[in-house]
């Protein structure tokens, strides 16, 4: 079954530490999407990036980096010198394909980053 | 406006009410998505819209009734809800349904409190 899985309930930070956010997930699927967004207090999810199973390489964006091990089925988040802005639930989602055209995504429970100053 | 709205932002109704939730995307795209979240579970897709057609109903309870009269707007109609309905309700959107899936884009979403 496909199931994405974010073992961090809430982890807690001081400003300008290095975090990292874990996702793990399961896949009956050859070719799939991993998706990660960010939910801040006003609600809305923002989407932060896409990443097909195809393309193991790292990304970066600016203090924010993903490293996705097929291996291991991972596709951890890190945001480094962490800043209280960055206070937010985080959301780690998996593509699944339907029996129809189309996908649907699959999200995890999320993990509520909290950062201090 | 920009972007993906959602109203109200809260709504607070009682099990025998009728009420609607209106979504609006103003990014030109032809699917949109209903959301269920709930505390400590993960997001629920409920309903796809692709082209204004329901293409995937997510074993929805009926009191629950989605409408998309265009591809910009999307309406949940509630009725006879139960507590246990009490969530944020997010609507999304993202330019197709084709495959490899899309970003799909959020709305604030309505916090719905059912007494």
């Known amino acids: 079954a496909q199931k994405v899985t974010q073992a961090q309930t809430e982890i807690s930070v001081v400003e300008k530490e290095d975090v990292t956010l874990d996702c793990v997930y399961e896949?009956?699927?050859?070719?799939?999407?991993l998706f990660w967004y960010k939910q801040p207090p006003s609600g809305e999810l923002v989407f932060l990036i896409r990443?097909?199973?195809?393309?193991?390489q790292n990304e970066i964006s600016g203090r924010y980096s993903w490293n996705f091990q097929k291996s291991t089925s991972s596709f951890n988040f890190t945001i480094t010198a962490s800043q209280v802005v960055d206070s937010a639930v985080y959301f780690c989602a998996l593509s699944e394909t339907l029996n129809q055209a189309g996908t649907a995504l699959i999200f995890g429970k999320g993990t509520t980053l909290s950062v201090s100053s | 406006e920009t972007g993906v709205t959602q109203t109200p932002r809260h709504l607070v109704m009682g099990m025998t009410n009728k009420k609607s939730l209106k979504c609006e995307q103003h990014?030109?795209?032809?699917?949109m998505y209903w959301y269920k979240q709930s505390a400590k579970k993960p997001l629920e897709l409920m309903f796809v819209?692709?082209?204004?057609?329901?293409?995937e109903n997510n074993s929805v309870p009926s009191r629950f009734s989605p409408e998309c009269p265009n591809s910009s707007h999307l309406f949940l109609h509630l009725h006879t809800l139960q507590p246990e309905d009490s969530a944020l309700y997010l609507c999304?959107?993202?330019?197709?349904?084709?495959?490899?899936?899309?970003?799909?884009?959020f709305g604030p979403g309505t916090r719905l409190t059912v007494t």
């Open positions: 819209y692709n082209f204004k057609e329901q293409t």
């Open positions: 896949t009956r699927d050859t070719t799939y999407y």
């Open positions: 990443r097909n199973s195809f393309d193991e």
């Open positions: 990014l030109g795209h032809n699917a």
């Open positions: 999304a959107s993202s330019q197709d349904r084709t495959t490899p899936p899309l970003e799909q884009y």
